[in-house]
């Protein structure tokens, strides 16, 4: 079987994942993985997915659009190689959060400072609603920092772009985030 990354994008309605389920299992695949999401009124995922070896990515973008007919979504399908997690540098999961005014610039500061550094954005949950108040403007990246990076300079680098911005940023293990933020 061929590895397959496939978005999926739309106004967001019920029943999207089931008929993007179905209508991947008809065509003989097999879900490893989802990520779903929504942003205000839109309905966001990435399925990766194990496909037949004898139904390539045009046949198969072809047979999700007309299944999801009518739902009036976007599919997208791509080739996924089968190792390309195996590739990156040990790493240990963090978890940058920032909150503060809304101004231009936010994400691509501190995503930038990420960069540099050589660290992985494993998700990003952002809203931004504008003015000044701090709680109604937040962000919270899981990141994987890999073990070759100071995580001293890191953290230097991320609270100098933060206080350019006018944020508050915090920057913890991902268990202790977890252990803190437990309901």
Do not use: W
Request: aromatic share 4%.
């Amino acid at each position: 079987m061929t590895q397959a990354v496939i978005s999926v994008l739309g106004e967001d309605r019920p029943g999207i994942i089931a008929a993007v389920s179905q209508a991947l299992l008809d065509a003989g695949c097999n879900i490893r993985s989802v990520s779903q999401t929504l942003l205000q009124a839109v309905f966001g995922a990435l399925f990766v997915v194990a496909m037949p070896d004898e139904v390539d990515e045009a046949a198969l973008a072809h047979t999700l659009t007309a299944a999801l007919e009518g739902l009036d979504l976007d599919v997208i399908v791509h080739a996924y190689p089968a190792g390309a997690a195996a590739s990156r540098p040990h790493a240990e999961p963090f978890v940058v959060t920032t909150h503060g005014p809304d101004r231009p610039g936010i994400v691509a500061a501190v995503s930038g400072v990420l960069a540099r550094y050589g660290v992985n954005v494993t998700d990003l949950q952002a809203v931004f609603e504008g003015g000044d108040r701090p709680e109604a403007n937040a962000m919270i990246f899981q990141v994987d920092v890999p073990d070759s990076v100071s995580l001293a300079a890191l953290k230097a680098d991320l609270a100098s772009a933060a206080e350019r911005l006018g944020l508050e940023l915090n920057v913890q293990h991902r268990r202790l985030f977890e252990i803190m933020n437990r309901i």
